[in-house]
């Protein structure tokens, strides 16, 4: 999608925002983890934004979902703190939207085009501001840098065709995001894994093995509270047959696009006595219920 480059941002400027960016040089091909370079300890006052590859796809405007390559880096030490592996499993979903990413990373994506390869220089209001991150090893007030690949847009939620559900099942309602409400019915849990269809999509057929791309809620039969979601954090991606056993039949067959909601009592397809995560607000006696939207899915 485009050439290799090799880009040294420099010039004379003077403005703040300019010298910021003139200190970060970034080497490679688009859709390749790239070499970064920071002259840090640097200071940045202010976020800016450069497109240092401009791509002839779509443009991405505020609210948009788009899948990227994205290489972080500490402006004040200059090392990597957060880089994907620059493959098709390894694309991450940001929301072009404040409210829902990094102010620093939402922005960068605005008015640009898929294809394109964009420096963002990131103010610590506009990163992790004064809690930093403890995952990514980012102090208090720390400022970032980030490089940007923008490989396509994608949605947040499935886009299927609405189908008739087992009425026994928990009711599902979604707002305007597409995120779920699931209501429990007044009646004792299923005592088989039940899988219902909710919206039927048009892409391909996840199969065994496959990695996808999922937004999901879970939560427990008994008290109808979520102790698990994506809403909120943005799409997650996983092998099919690196979940438990009722998550996985319940993509396993299904399309793209589509939604499903699946009830897992305990037993063979649920967490086991000793599996379950440290802190998890469930155990292995609980019956589960998850809603799943299917986004992607790659062999």
Same mark, same amino acid.
């Given at each position: 999608m485009a050439a290799a480059v090799t880009l040294t941002v420099s010039s004379c400027s003077s403005s703040?925002?300019?010298?910021?960016?003139?200190?970060?040089?970034?080497?490679?091909?688009?859709?390749?983890?790239?070499?970064?370079?920071?002259?840090?300890?640097?200071?940045?006052?202010?976020?800016?934004?450069?497109?240092?590859?401009?791509?002839?796809?779509?443009?991405?405007?505020s609210g948009d979902s788009v899948d990227v390559h994205l290489t972080m880096l500490s402006a004040t030490t200059g090392t990597v703190v957060s880089q994907d592996e620059y493959t098709d499993d390894s694309l991450v979903t940001f929301a072009a939207d404040p409210e829902q990413l990094l102010p620093g990373l939402a922005n960068a994506l605005v008015d640009q085009t898929i294809g394109s390869r964009v420096l963002a220089v990131i103010a610590p209001d506009d990163a992790f501001g004064t809690t930093g991150s403890e995952q990514l090893g980012v102090d208090?007030? $720390?400022?970032?840098? !980030? @490089? *940007?690949?923008?490989?396509?847009?994608? /949605?947040? +939620?499935?886009?299927?065709?609405?189908?008739?559900?087992?009425?026994?099942?928990?009711s599902v309602t979604l707002d305007d995001s597409g995120a779920p409400t699931i209501t429990i019915p007044d009646a004792d849990p299923p005592t $088989?894994?039940?899988? !219902? @269809? *909710?919206?039927?999509?048009?892409?391909? /057929?996840? +199969?065994?093995?496959?990695?996808?791309?999922?937004?999901?809620?879970?939560?427990?039969?008994?008290?109808?509270?979520?102790?698990?979601?994506?809403?909120?954090?943005?799409?997650?991606s996983f092998p099919t047959d690196g979940v438990i056993g009722g998550f996985s039949k319940a993509l396993v067959g299904q399309t793209v696009g589509s939604q499903v909601i699946v009830?897992?009592?305990?037993?063979?397809?649920?967490?086991?006595?000793g599996s379950v995560p440290e802190g998890a607000a469930f155990t292995a006696d609980d019956t589960l219920v998850f809603v799943v939207d299917i986004l992607g899915s790659t062999a």
């Amino acid at each position: 999608m485009a050439a290799a480059v090799t880009l040294t941002v420099s010039s004379c400027s003077s403005s703040p925002t300019d010298r910021a960016l003139d200190a970060v040089t970034v080497t490679g091909d688009w859709g390749a983890a790239p070499e970064v370079t920071v002259d840090a300890p640097l200071e940045i006052e202010e976020s800016a934004y450069r497109t240092l590859i401009t791509g002839d796809g779509e443009t991405v405007a505020s609210g948009d979902s788009v899948d990227v390559h994205l290489t972080m880096l500490s402006a004040t030490t200059g090392t990597v703190v957060s880089q994907d592996e620059y493959t098709d499993d390894s694309l991450v979903t940001f929301a072009a939207d404040p409210e829902q990413l990094l102010p620093g990373l939402a922005n960068a994506l605005v008015d640009q085009t898929i294809g394109s390869r964009v420096l963002a220089v990131i103010a610590p209001d506009d990163a992790f501001g004064t809690t930093g991150s403890e995952q990514l090893g980012v102090d208090a007030d $720390e400022p970032l840098v !980030g @490089v *940007l690949d923008l490989v396509r847009k994608t /949605t947040l +939620a499935a886009d299927g065709e609405p189908q008739d559900v087992d009425p026994s099942l928990p009711s599902v309602t979604l707002d305007d995001s597409g995120a779920p409400t699931i209501t429990i019915p007044d009646a004792d849990p299923p005592t $088989e894994t039940e899988i !219902g @269809v *909710l919206k039927k999509g048009d892409g391909a /057929t996840v +199969a065994e093995g496959d990695t996808v791309t999922v937004q999901y809620q879970g939560v427990v039969w008994a008290s109808g509270e979520i102790f698990d979601q994506s809403w909120g954090r943005g799409p997650m991606s996983f092998p099919t047959d690196g979940v438990i056993g009722g998550f996985s039949k319940a993509l396993v067959g299904q399309t793209v696009g589509s939604q499903v909601i699946v009830v897992i009592p305990p037993g063979e397809d649920n967490y086991q006595e000793g599996s379950v995560p440290e802190g998890a607000a469930f155990t292995a006696d609980d019956t589960l219920v998850f809603v799943v939207d299917i986004l992607g899915s790659t062999a």
